[in-house]
């Protein structure tokens, strides 16, 4: 691996290990959001702080910054420096240095690197993400069947097989990260999306 592939796998951790539902929830005087509800610093455990304007800021800042990862990557190294800085992005934002590689769960990001790297992929995963919200009200169903989804919905519209184990890791790391919903899921006590923690 060369040094810009190498600098790029830096910049896209770092990149994705900047926490804004942390940061955001802190300035607005809302707490260490790593003290409510599930304890993850993504946009669905800023929604628990009655914030929705916070929530749909992190929402948006946490996809922007797998975006501009993977954008960033493909001007430095085209399709493999795209790949390699969005995953980095995603890594970062669930294992991030500075709170001791306990970050959020890797959903808004990873759909900002597929919109940015894949975007019919990312386009029907977010209709899936949409229809079980609708359906079951509960988030991370939507988010692990979008998730599951997605690798095959790259290998359907003939994305490279580089694109496709780039989404094959990303999802992994997405059913890794929500392992206690998984769990909870399986018990029947997942909250629904506005109740509980």
């Known amino acids: 691996m060369n040094a810009t592939l190498i600098a790029l796998l830096a910049a896209g951790y770092a990149l994705g290990s900047i926490p804004f539902g942390l940061l955001l929830t802190r300035a607005a005087g809302a707490g260490d959001l790593r003290r409510i509800g599930s304890g993850s610093i993504g946009a669905t455990n800023v929604l628990r702080t009655g914030r ?9 800042l946490d996809g922007g910054k797998g975006a501009m990862a993977v954008l960033a990557g493909r001007l430095a ?28 769960k890797g959903v808004a990001t990873g759909f900002g690197v597929l919109l940015a790297a894949m975007p019919a992929v990312a386009s029907i995963a977010a209709l899936l993400w949409l229809a079980v919200a609708v359906v079951m009200r509960i988030s991370s169903a939507s988010a692990l069947v979008a998730s599951a989804a ?13 694109a496709i184990a780039t989404v094959v890791v990303m999802a992994v790391l997405v059913f890794i ?10 018990a029947g006590t997942e909250p629904r999306i506005g109740r509980g923690a």
Not at 80 to 87: D, E, F, K, R
């Open 77 to 104: 190294a085209g399709e493999t420096g795209a790949l390699l800085g969005g995953l980095a992005a995603v890594l970062g934002h669930m294992f991030p240095v500075w709170l001791r590689f306990r970050g959020g």
């Open 52 to 60: 929705k304007g916070l929530a749909a800021a992190t929402l948006l």
């Open 150 to 162: 997605a690798p095959l919905l790259a290998w359907l519209l003939g994305q490279p097989r580089a």
């Open 177 to 186: 990260r929500h392992h206690a919903n998984i769990a909870r899921l399986l």
